[in-house]
């Protein structure tokens, strides 16, 4: 999966693939994570909000139905 610079002060990177439902995502501070169970809508939601760290927190980070896992060493 390709990962595209974003504009936010934490995240620096994110990619998504709708065929698995996976936004992988590389912040600015150091990780990557891979969420899984994140639909289509959400990530439309979440690329076009204006605030993308406060969204991302609402609707990823919070959100029961997504896990993580950490996919750099």
Known sequence: MELHAVESSRIKKMGYDP???ELV?????GGVYKY???SKAVYA???SAPSLGST???MIVNNKNITY?????
């Not at 896992?69 to 060493?73: A, C, F, G, K, N």
Request: aromatic share 10%.
């Open 36 to 38: 899984s169970g994140v």
């Open 25 to 29: 995502v590389q912040f600015k501070k």
């Open 56 to 58: 991302f927190q609402t």
């Open 45 to 47: 939601v979440l690329i």
């Open 19 to 21: 065929a698995t439902e």
């Open 69 to 73: 896992e950490r996919i750099d060493t």
